[in-house]
């Protein structure tokens, strides 16, 4: 089936460093990609839709500065927590919806990734 | 904007026995309704999806319903085996799956053997 990979799984850091989590789809071509977070316990919130080669687009009180967005391929999407604090610690997943073809019609979802901030 | 509520928050059922899961959405213009099962440190898993164009959906031992006009759609899982203890998470997006989805609190379902 539809393959969405997130890189690094977990990622420990000192607060004040700034963090990159990958997410690619690895067997087909995403026109969108989203990326969610997720605390303990809680349910997966949206925080940002990217389109390849476009500016994300942020829902309401998700600082854009803070949580940058690169979309550079159809196949790959990277989210940059920058001067990370600890209340950023949280479980960060992407998803992706493919362009066309046999998965076309619904978003597949990353394993996830885990930041620490400490 | 989209508000999901989801129901219950805990379920215990009996192995074997059958368990189901409501959900009710606000926006109208919804039309894609998917059913996810996270299980501890992973992403979540698509198990079912529905469209609004559809009533019924069935796959095996899972099934989802949607009822439009009431804006609530349910999962049920029949037969239920100790692997199905999960969390599960109801969706819904007015944009066909394209859109980013607004998801419901969850479920914890717990299978007693």
């Known amino acids: 089936g539809a393959v969405v990979s997130q890189h690094p799984s977990r990622v420990i850091c000192k607060s004040g460093t700034s963090v990159k989590i990958e997410c690619r789809s690895l067997?087909?071509?995403?026109?969108?990609m989203f990326w969610y977070r997720q605390f303990p316990k809680q349910s997966l919130m949206l925080m940002a839709t990217?389109?390849?080669?476009?500016?994300?687009?942020?829902e309401q009180g998700v600082e854009k500065d803070k949580f940058l967005i690169n979309h550079a391929s159809l196949t790959l999407s990277t989210l940059t927590v920058t001067s990370a604090h600890p209340e950023d610690s949280s479980f960060y997943i992407c998803s992706a919806y493919p362009l066309a073809g046999l998965y076309y019609g619904t978003q597949y979802f990353g394993p996830g990734t885990r930041l620490l901030v400490l | 904007g989209e508000n999901v509520e989801q129901h219950p928050s805990t379920l215990s059922v009996q192995e074997g026995d059958s368990a189901v899961i409501k959900c009710t959405y606000s926006?109208?213009?919804?039309?894609?309704f998917p059913w996810y099962k996270q299980e501890l440190g992973k992403g979540p898993q698509l198990i079912i999806d529905?469209?609004?164009?559809?009533g019924e959906k069935k796959d095996q031992r899972i099934a989802v319903t949607l009822n439009k006009t009431a804006k609530h759609f349910s999962l049920h899982i029949t037969e239920t085996q100790p692997e199905d203890s999960a969390v599960y998470f109801c969706?819904?997006?007015?944009?066909?799956?394209?859109?980013?989805?607004?998801f419901g609190k969850g479920t914890h379902l717990i299978i007693q053997p």
């Open positions: 529905i469209r609004s164009n559809v």
């Open positions: 926006d109208s213009a919804s039309n894609y």
């Open positions: 067997d087909f071509q995403a026109t969108t």
């Open positions: 990217s389109n390849e080669g476009s500016k994300a687009t942020y």
């Open positions: 969706a819904a997006d007015s944009g066909g799956g394209a859109d980013g989805l607004t």
